[in-house]
């Protein structure tokens, strides 16, 4: 989801997203932005609970805080109305999904993602496109952990081998696609360039690249014509 079908959002269009649900609990947004940032790895996995009101309640709690049902949900609330606005596509995200579901190819969705995104799914203008959806958060665990590449595949009835991985390289995913035996390729949009620091695993990928997802369709049309 994020950096392959919205832009490669920077640090600080993140940090604006958690300030905003920093208020209904009382406490200070620099503190609370930095709890978020470190409970990270167990936000995305769904170590906090099955919501995200337990998982507020858990790093609230992780800073000393036990803050009322009501100043939780009025967290949540706020947490839901700016994720929203996290999920601006690409502006070829669309025409690329149409072009595959009328090539009658199953499309799944793998994310590494807290509670916002599979919360509010049902409701977002992708959903339609996607035959199969895999949350970290409700699957317990993170890429590049097998289970999830695999769950993907199960749930579009193919094998691994013959799906095509799309992403941004977050989260080691090209390495963790590969290893089931899927094909990954790696979208290195101008936004991704500018908002990754150097340093990370896919930045020497040796395989499949592409600059936009329109390329994926080319792709495609290469591999299957041998």
Known sequence: MYGTLTPNWPKSFWDEQKRTSAAPL???????????????????????????????????????????????????????????????LRPDVLPTLRALRADGLKIALVSDCTHELSDQWDDSELAEFFHATVFSC?????????????????????????????????????????AVGMRPVLLTAPDWLENNAPGRPDETWPGLRATSLTEILRILAELAAG
Do not use: N
């Open 26 to 88: 009382d406490l200070p947004e620099a503190e609370w932005i930095a709890a978020l940032d470190i409970t990270w790895h167990e936000r995305v996995s769904g170590s906090f609970g099955t919501s995200l009101l337990d998982t507020f309640r858990e790093v609230a709690a992780q800073l000393g805080q036990s803050p009322t049902d009501a100043q939780l949900a009025a967290a949540v609330q706020h947490r839901y109305e700016a994720h929203r606005r996290t999920q601006q």
């Open 138 to 178: 409700r699957e317990g665990t993170r890429k590049p952990d097998p289970k999830l590449f695999l769950a993907a595949a199960e749930r579009l009835a193919v094998p691994p081998e013959s799906c095509l991985y799309v992403g941004d390289g977050g989260g080691d995913e090209m390495a963790g696609s590969a």
